[in-house]
């Protein structure tokens, strides 16, 4: 990716973490689908609840804070509702509540299930120590960035882009399931929040779905990273760019290439990081992808 490319990328992030840094009103007018992902009751799984006994045109569906995707699926109205990795079992509970998010009106209040995620630990060896234990000038920037990062994943485009089966951005051994609970040079860190598919540099990336380029850029542990924006809240990162072909504001088709495989950021080697978020929880990519199943319990 060109310097060039990089600024534009981060002056689009600017501008889009101003508008996302508001909390979104908005209210569900369910499609209709004939598909929806697969459902998994665990913290970075998937839940669809059927909301069609509670559910009136306008209503405000939430989940921590998010508002949540609704379609038509069946004759039955779903929230298809991301569980955020950090969820406790007894901790889930979905909101639909009449006349906005900020209403005092009528709340129901739906309890949802889970089970435990039970993920397996993953030790990696990382060379560069200061991507395991950053200096306070890169610890400066890693906070920068995850503010923009933030903006980027909780942004709500009412417009539904693209909904349905998601392909596989890059052909590649899945070297990293979603959810492992990584040991980095033997310190623990965060849950893996996305699946890692190895691939040498250059390997084309496609998009998963049709989207629209919401940004990206150069950033301390994921490289150079790329948005795009499926509509109502789900969103694809990709990360540890060698390239990247697309521009901020840019309508992408299902299958079109986006960027290129490399290993920029905090890496063992050449691969893509791909992190899917829904209503601004991560989710296993996995469960969007017909025809396979989870690599997690």
Same mark, same amino acid.
């Given at each position: 990716?060109?310097? =060039?490319?990089?600024?534009?990328?981060?002056?689009? $992030?600017?501008? &889009?973490?101003?508008?996302?840094?508001?909390?979104?009103?908005?209210?569900?007018?369910?499609?209709?689908?004939?598909? &929806?992902?697969? !459902?998994?009751?665990?913290?970075?799984?998937?839940?669809?609840?059927?909301?069609?006994?509670?559910?009136?045109?306008?209503?405000?569906?939430?989940?921590?804070?998010?508002?949540?995707?609704?379609?038509?699926?069946?004759?039955?109205?779903?929230? #298809?509702?991301?569980?955020?990795?950090?969820? %406790?079992?007894?901790? $889930?509970?979905?909101?639909?509540?009449?006349? %906005?998010?900020?209403?005092?009106?009528?709340?129901?209040?739906?309890?949802?299930?889970?089970?435990?995620?039970?993920?397996?630990?993953?030790?990696?060896?990382?060379?560069?120590?200061?991507?395991?234990?950053?200096?306070?000038?890169?610890?400066?920037?890693?906070?920068?960035?995850?503010?923009? #990062?933030?903006?980027?994943?909780?942004?709500?485009?009412?417009?539904?882009?693209?909904?349905?089966?998601?392909?596989?951005?890059?052909?590649?051994?899945?070297?990293?399931?979603?959810?492992?609970?990584?040991?980095?040079?033997?310190?623990?860190?965060?849950?893996?929040?996305?699946?890692?598919?190895?691939?040498?540099? %250059?390997?084309?990336? &496609?998009?998963?779905?049709?989207?629209?380029?919401?940004?990206?850029?150069?950033?301390?542990?994921?490289?150079?990273?790329?948005?795009?924006?499926?509509? !109502?809240?789900?969103?694809?990162?990709?990360? =540890?760019?060698? !390239?990247?072909?697309?521009?901020?504001?840019?309508?992408?088709?299902?299958?079109?290439?986006? $960027?290129?495989?490399?290993?920029?950021?905090?890496?063992?080697?050449?691969?893509?990081?791909?992190?899917?978020?829904?209503?601004?929880?991560?989710?296993?990519?996995?469960?969007?992808?017909?025809?396979?199943?989870? !690599?997690?319990?």
């Amino acid at each position: 990716m060109t310097r =060039h490319s990089t600024n534009l990328l981060t002056s689009f $992030a600017l501008i &889009l973490f101003a508008l996302s840094s508001f909390t979104p009103d908005a209210v569900a007018n369910p499609a209709e689908s004939t598909w &929806l992902p697969r !459902e998994q009751r665990i913290p970075g799984g998937v839940a669809l609840i059927d909301i069609t006994s509670h559910y009136q045109p306008g209503m405000h569906v939430s989940f921590k804070g998010n508002p949540v995707k609704v379609e038509a699926n069946a004759g039955k109205v779903v929230a #298809i509702v991301g569980i955020p990795l950090s969820t %406790g079992t007894k901790d $889930a509970v979905l909101l639909l509540r009449e006349g %906005g998010p900020k209403s005092d009106t009528k709340t129901v209040r739906i309890p949802i299930p889970l089970q435990p995620g039970n993920y397996p630990k993953e030790e990696l060896t990382i060379a560069d120590t200061n991507k395991v234990s950053p200096d306070e000038e890169s610890m400066r920037r890693i906070r920068r960035e995850s503010k923009l #990062i933030g903006g980027y994943l909780r942004n709500w485009q009412t417009e539904e882009v693209s909904f349905g089966p998601m392909l596989l951005p890059v052909d590649g051994r899945h070297s990293s399931s979603f959810g492992r609970r990584r040991v980095i040079n033997g310190q623990p860190r965060r849950p893996h929040s996305g699946m890692d598919i190895a691939a040498p540099t %250059g390997a084309p990336v &496609l998009s998963p779905a049709a989207g629209v380029v919401s940004g990206g850029g150069d950033f301390f542990f994921n490289g150079n990273s790329l948005f795009i924006d499926h509509g !109502e809240g789900v969103i694809s990162m990709f990360c =540890h760019l060698d !390239e990247i072909l697309v521009q901020p504001g840019e309508q992408v088709t299902q299958g079109q290439l986006v $960027a290129r495989v490399g290993s920029s950021g905090r890496v063992t080697g050449p691969h893509l990081h791909w992190s899917l978020s829904l209503n601004n929880a991560r989710v296993d990519p996995m469960l969007f992808i017909p025809n396979t199943a989870s !690599e997690n319990p």
